[in-house]
């Protein structure tokens, strides 16, 4: 480690060494996505669902419900899940091993009684199999130490790419977490059409992929997966010829055949002199790469963030 910053900006945390507690907390953020998914109204590529990264953990955001609403956020320091509503109520579950039958259990109980009507889809969503929530007593563990690494992690790459989002001005997601797989991501589009996606995703409607992908895109994020500590990745819908071909930077990143996409490893990111220059080349490298061969407008969806930067 040549940057002593970057130990506690860019933690360690392998994927084996928390394998069952990031199984059982996407069952968890499942749950609590989906209670966002039954009172959001649809916005396009299922951006209503997601959830955010905060300075305590990951949060719903605010959720319409009747005349007022409420969220629900993880709190990674405390580890503690609370859920508040504009009329003033609140609950708090503590963050301790439990099923996530107990888990859905006491959230959607705690609900109840702020006067919150919660009913999700039964199961979950891109995962096989798919045990309904109310039955998995298989999923139960919580190691609050490895929950609070990887909202760490979140942390770094929250920033890193949302540092990346402000150079493109054409139609951009939010840098934020899907539940369904788990990652944090960002999207630019290039406003152009795509064709139907053919969907695939193990217990999940393709009508959900049709959706997410009805537009021309250039995606990436990081992921507790695809490597020994997780992985940045990046890919394109539709892929363009050439794509996969493209020389990216830096030298750490590769295309996976496995996944189809980019992938650069997280512990190439951490271990280096500059952890954020290396995810930064990443993230603009494989746009260009999808962009250029996709024949994007560039000129028209990229801008220069700090051009107003002498009067701010």
Not at 123 to 146: K, L, Q, T
């Amino acid at each position: 480690m040549t940057n002593p910053d970057a130990a506690t900006a860019w933690p360690a945390l392998k994927v084996a060494d928390w394998t069952a507690t990031r199984d059982t907390l996407h069952m968890w953020t499942q749950i609590v996505g989906k209670i966002r998914l039954a009172h959001a109204p649809l916005v396009n590529h299922w951006w209503q669902v997601t959830l955010y990264v905060t300075p305590r953990g990951l949060t719903t955001s605010s959720i319409p419900y009747r005349s007022g609403s409420f969220d629900i956020e993880f709190d990674f320091v405390d580890h503690r899940l609370r859920i508040r509503s504009s009329d003033g109520g609140a609950r708090d579950i503590a963050l301790a091993p439990m099923s996530v039958a107990e888990f859905h259990d006491r959230t959607l109980t705690a609900l109840g009684e702020l006067g919150i009507e919660a009913a999700i889809s039964a199961g979950p969503n891109e995962v096989d199999p798919a045990i309904p929530f109310a039955e998995d007593h298989e999923h139960a563990s919580y190691d609050p130490d490895a929950a609070h690494l990887f909202w760490r992690q979140l942390v770094a790459a929250d920033r890193v790419i949302g540092e990346f989002r402000s150079h493109f001005v054409g139609k951009v997601s939010p840098v934020h977490f899907f539940w369904g797989a788990m990652d944090l991501a960002c999207t630019r589009f290039s406003g152009r059409p795509a064709p139907t996606h053919p969907g695939g995703a193990p217990n999940c409607g393709d009508w959900v992929m049709v959706e997410g992908y009805s537009r021309e895109l250039s995606s990436c994020g990081f992921w507790p997966g695809g490597g020994e500590e997780g992985a940045f990745y990046a890919y394109a819908y539709p892929e363009p010829d050439g794509f996969r071909d493209h020389p990216v930077r830096p030298e750490q990143a590769f295309f996976s055949e496995q996944f189809q996409q980019f992938l650069l490893p997280y512990e190439a990111v951490r271990t280096s002199a500059d952890p954020e220059k290396l995810v930064a080349e990443f993230l603009h490298s494989t746009y260009e790469a999808a962009a250029e061969h996709g024949n994007w407008d560039r000129a028209s969806l990229e801008d220069d963030p700090q051009h107003w930067q002498e009067f701010r």
